[in-house]
């Protein structure tokens, strides 16, 4: 297995601000709404400020489902909370209409994964194709790991999760990322952080389209007590 692609439980950012980060967000501690304040000032408001954020939005797996090519999802650009508000109502004007959401004609998780097999030892077609039905035999191959942590990720983002947090690394297109995600009261999300700072990586929001709502009220309360800082 190729540990070097991924890692979780591991060290980032908001190591070097709380003291334990992993119990910062639970329900039960002191100055939890602050802790909350911090890090979406630290990890989303100063990159939101330089115009480096990019939303993902994801859908299409539902009931359980968890096949690569059914995870849909859209990216934008983000420089303001306006701009999270426009695709807020863009989806809710679809749903309303009962039109498909919004998505790019590519996935998240099919076409990398079509590369990987198609570049492993392994030949047996019939292999291969239980390989790629079985997201945990990704991690066998190289490249593997990186996806199947990036695909747990999605997967608890549409699902649910009972960790208020947890942080990863990763490898992934733009780079070696901090993967910090958050199952809170308030909202889930994910923040995908360039592992050091960067003035050509963007920090990616990650969240399902029915947070849209949640989240940017979450960030719409939050961001401005550090509008000066």
Known sequence: MHYS????????????LFADP?????????????HIRIMLHTLFARPLK?????????????????????????DYPLSSLDDLQRVTSEFSLASQQRLPLPAHDFSLLEAP??????????????????????PARWPTLPGGLALYTLFKMYH???????????????????????LHEFHIEEGEFAL??????????????????????????????????????
């Open 156 to 178: 608890r983002l549409v699902y649910g999760e009972d960790d208020n947090y947890r942080c990863s690394q990763c490898e992934t297109p733009n780079g070696l990322c901090e």
């Open 192 to 229: 995908l952080t360039p592992h050091q700072q960067s003035k050509t990586v963007p920090t990616i929001l990650v969240l399902h389209a029915s947070q849209l709502g949640p989240i940017g009220q979450l960030l719409k309360s939050s961001l401005p007590l550090f509008q000066d800082t």
């Open 5 to 16: 692609e991924a890692k979780e439980h591991t060290p980032g950012h908001l190591h070097t």
């Open 113 to 134: 994964l079509a590369n990987i097999l198609a570049h492993s030892e392994t030949k047996d077609s019939a292999a291969n194709e239980i390989t790629h039905n079985t």
């Open 22 to 34: 992993y119990s910062a967000f639970k329900n039960d501690t002191d100055e939890r709404q602050l």
């Open 50 to 74: 330089q115009s480096q954020v990019t939303l993902r939005v994801i859908h299409g797996w539902e009931n359980g489902s968890f096949e690569p090519h059914d995870l849909k999802h859209i």
